[in-house]
């Protein structure tokens, strides 16, 4: 869905950020790339002020990418109700407020922000939405899109993105995937599938498969194992020999201990050209 500039300008006074300064190294030796991904070492608040932080460390970096993403649920804002439409527009006015004075316009042509609200984060079982919206720097114009294939837990809250919004044309022909519709590329998930989970996994891979991707964005919340999105993945690389870079940005973080060491989470989920700008909290 395409989206002008918010007319809201109303958003409450957000507080000073409390993260530790954030270290950041970058993977690859190339100076330009197709995709940047922005990744999260780290236990992360998500929170407006710590957002920004890492925008404005990020983006005094000598380097260039094409795409330039972030994690899912990069950023949290307050609910309001469980109007999609009206979810969206709230979350664009808090996107522009974090962009605000920030020169996203040195780095990259396209920006992707995850943003999530929660009508009770406690359970997932009650309205939320999980959104990703793609900024055009140069005709400051917005793409919104959201999670479509819902884990077991959200299955009854999550409100769905439209399936056609996954896809948008670019420079590249290019598929934003939010943090689980990559799933809907892992043969186990398309094995046992039922009712309207096959058929929302049928008409996204016909959709993707009659769009011919190019670039593949995908926005997933956390990622600490090299077996979270490997087969899904190679899946996708086989099903469209289209792609030619792809990538997930993510927080590499679980409490207990990661179970992948982070070189080789990094290792497999991208193709192509890809620049890893790792913030260290």
Not at 35 to 53: Q, T
Not at 193 to 214: D, M
Request: glycine letters at 6%; proline letters at 2%; hydrophobic letters at 35%.
């Amino acid at each position: 869905m395409k989206s002008s500039k918010s007319k809201i300008t109303k958003i409450k006074r957000v507080a000073i950020s409390n993260v530790a300064e954030v270290t950041l190294s970058i993977t690859r030796d190339l100076s330009q790339s197709k995709i940047g991904r922005i990744i999260i070492a780290g236990n992360y608040s998500r929170k407006f002020e710590d957002a920004r932080k890492i925008l404005e460390k990020v983006t005094k970096c000598n380097f260039e990418a094409e795409y330039l993403i972030t994690c899912g649920g990069f950023v949290k804002f307050p609910w309001v109700n469980g109007d999609f439409s009206r979810l969206v527009e709230e979350a664009q006015a808090w996107c522009e407020r974090l962009l605000n004075g920030i020169e996203v316009e040195d780095i990259t042509d396209y920006l992707t922000i995850g943003i999530d609200s929660y009508s009770n984060r406690a359970s997932l079982r009650k309205p939320h939405v999980e959104l990703v919206g793609l900024y055009d720097v140069e005709n400051d114009r917005w793409h919104w899109t959201g999670k479509s294939y819902p884990t077991q837990d959200q299955k009854k809250g999550l409100l769905r993105a439209d399936l056609d919004t996954h896809f948008v044309r670019l420079r590249d022909r290019v598929m934003i995937l939010g943090c689980h519709d990559l799933t809907m590329f892992n043969p186990r998930a398309i094995a046992n599938a039922g009712g309207w989970r096959k058929e929302t996994i049928e008409r996204f891979l016909s959709k993707a498969r009659e769009f011919k991707p190019e670039v593949v964005l995908q926005h997933p919340h956390f990622t600490d194992s090299v077996r979270t999105w490997l087969v899904s993945w190679r899946t996708l690389e086989r099903i469209l020999s289209s792609v030619k870079h792809y990538a997930s940005a993510g927080v590499y973080y679980r409490e207990g201990g990661e179970r992948s060491k982070l070189e080789e989470v990094l290792n497999v989920t991208k193709k192509g050209e890809v620049i890893d700008l790792i913030c260290r909290l």
